[in-house]
T-cell receptor, first 115, second 115 residues
């Protein structure tokens, strides 16, 4: 079974600064995917970034990047040049390689951005 | 691409009535869809996996006779909350995998309030 742990219930960052959200996971699968989803006040789940476990290169999407440490089973999200619109709940999730398996979510980290 | 719609977005009903929530994949076919429930300030809790043309798979503790799931086509899954009670009030979210690399796309959610 897969488990995902987010140890930071809340984080805050000054506008334009950088913040890192932590995530660790556990899985017996040799191949899997890791995700960060954002849930703003509208509660729509939005995919932020995706990492394939077999790829050593860290995924990046504009201001968002991950630090994927496979041996340590760590998958942190770095947000650079934080904007007010980044304020949201962030969920780390894992899934087996097939698109037909459910996501396993962490408990989430609430990010506040201070103007 | 990869858009999932959900209807209705909000529903208020009387205790004892049934409510149907629809989840549609608009631009891709989804053999599998997932239904989650989310309480305020908490993570998503998987309720069931909906498989096109076959019975849904329910998570432990989820009453299959209360939460009826039907996946009649490759683009539509429905969740019916039967004989709803106030404790069923929650935010219900569906997701669908496009089959591409484990990524799931989420509907905007349905807020259910049972009076």
């Amino acid at each position: 079974a897969q488990t995902v742990t987010q140890s930071q219930p809340e984080m805050s960052v000054q506008e334009a600064e950088t913040v890192t959200l932590s995530c660790t996971y556990d899985t017996s699968e040799s191949d899997y995917y890791l995700f960060w989803y954002k849930q703003p006040p509208s509660r729509q789940m939005i995919l932020v970034i995706r990492q394939e476990a077999y790829k050593q290169q860290n995924a990046t999407e504009n201001r968002f990047s991950v630090n994927f440490q496979k041996a340590a089973k760590s998958f942190s999200l770095k947000i650079s040049d934080s904007q007010l619109g980044d304020a949201a709940m962030y969920f780390c999730a894992s899934a087996q390689t097939s698109g037909n398996t459910p996501l396993v979510f962490g408990k989430g980290t609430r990010l506040s951005v201070i103007a | 691409g990869a858009v999932v719609s959900q209807h209705p977005s909000r529903v208020i009903c009387k205790s004892g009535t049934s409510v149907k929530i629809e989840c549609r994949s608009l631009d891709f076919q989804a053999t599998t869809m997932f239904w989650y429930r989310q309480f305020p300030k908490q993570s998503l809790m998987l309720m069931a996996t909906s498989n096109e043309g076959s019975k849904a798979t329910y998570e432990q503790g989820v009453e299959k006779d209360k939460f009826l799931i039907n996946h009649a086509s490759l683009t539509l899954s429905t969740l019916t909350v039967t004989s709803a009670h106030p404790e069923d009030s929650s935010f219900y979210i569906c997701s669908a995998g496009s089959g591409r690399g484990g990524t799931q796309y989420f509907g905007p959610g349905t807020r259910l309030l049972v009076l």
